[in-house]
């Protein structure tokens, strides 16, 4: 009897020993963030009272390997890594390509996403430095309640600024970060000033992931043995979450393939890079053809019809300025349902990367990837969140796309999370109630008028 093999399911002496720094293999240096205030590159140490020390290293390191700690690498296999990886033989079936589907499952750990392949080796890090209290921001909750998970493994004080939309829509998320024994707070407060300015003008203001941001920092800056940790975009976070493309490489070996697309959704881009830079190691060295296709929403089109320029990560124009593809800083996303892809800017290797022509990214509205996401479910069994449905729409239509021109194409997605506690976004979709959003050219234009202008 032969079966068509359906998952590869790697032994925990597999579990990688290094994380791969892509800043090793760039095309050319990255440019330096620029100092908020006098808009002049800066150095990395403003940024040690902000991150433990070993990311901040980790930041600004061209190093190509570094080692993972044994502890993280416990926590991991706790966790559930390595993270099996799929062939979605009834997707394909269905769709009556010739293509073959394979996804990376990380959505099968406690808090379903893969937010904490950094949140462990964070928490660690603070830990190992002595650092006794940590502030971050949540959107829709997915970081909050990794971290939350991390701290709690690693003893470590947690408050989290949670946007006030999702703080009031996804009470279980929040309720999730408190069993893990954080405190989380509707944002924009009263706690800090970055807050008080956002109520003063509208007091039942929903809040935004750069709001947050403003406030988890300011909250770091006043107390004593406060650090903060941020969730994406980060140089040192996509490093993290290389542990989901080595894996991959291994797995995608075992089943005898190479993968021809890679696809997966972007919001700052970590997941996205995890998954995607093991293998983008091997275009940039001229030794595979791949191509790597980035999916984000049409409500927040950073990287399909943003600006590639120096923008700051918050609102309020606190944080250092990045090169990154953005919207705009004060870009103000409408609750989309994707929580996880409402940030303006993305991770500067991945906008470089696109810059540069090694990736290229596709915009979707609601309505097409909640299809998407029907589709996985009702073929693989899977319910995956919002997020994760922008990558599999792209695969969908790669799919789709090898049938027109018969080609039994290979390609490898990101199952970044799963959707069981956004059920609501699929009732809204069921009861056709989701609706479409793009900004118009106009808003766009003034909301890359309020970025400062670099020479
Ligand atoms: C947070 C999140 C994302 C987007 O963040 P990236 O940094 O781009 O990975 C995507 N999928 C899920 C399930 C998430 O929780």
Known sequence: MSHTQLKVVLSQDKLPVEYYNIQHDLPEPLPPPLDPGTLQPMSPEPLLRLFAKECVMQEVSTQE????????????????RPTPLYRATRLEQQLKTPAKIFFKREDLNPVGSHKPNTAIPQAYYHRKEGTERLTTETGAGQWGSALALATALFDIDLTIYMTRISYEQKPYRRTLMEVYG???????SSRTNAGKKF???DPAHPGSLGIAISEAVEDCVTHPNTKYSLGSV?????????????????QMEEFGE?????????????????????FMRDKLRGK??????????????STTRGSYRYDFADTSETTPLIKMYTVGHTYQCPPIHAGGLRYHGKAPSMCMLIDKGYMRSVAYSQNEIMDAGMLLAQTEGIVAA?????????TIDIALECKRRNEAKTILFNLSGHGLLDLK????????RLVDYEPDAGVLARALEKVPVVR
């Open 234 to 250: 980060l140089n040192h976070v996509l490093m993290h979450q290389s542990v989901i493309g080595q894996e991959a490489k291994l």
């Open 199 to 201: 109520l003063e003008q």
């Open 258 to 278: 190479e993968p021809d697309y890679i696809v997966g959704c972007i919001g700052g881009g970590s997941n996205f890079a995890g998954l995607a830079y093991p």
């Open 425 to 432: 976004a699929y009732e809204d979709k069921l009861s056709n």
């Open 288 to 301: 595979s053809e791949a191509e790597f296709v980035a999916a984000e929403p049409k409500a927040v089109p």
């Open 182 to 188: 954080a405190e989380v707070f509707a944002s924009p």
């Open 65 to 80: 390997f570094i080692p993972i700690p044994d502890e993280v690498r416990q926590a991991y296999l706790r966790l559930g």
């Open 386 to 394: 919002p997020e994760t449905n922008h990558a599999i729409k792209a």
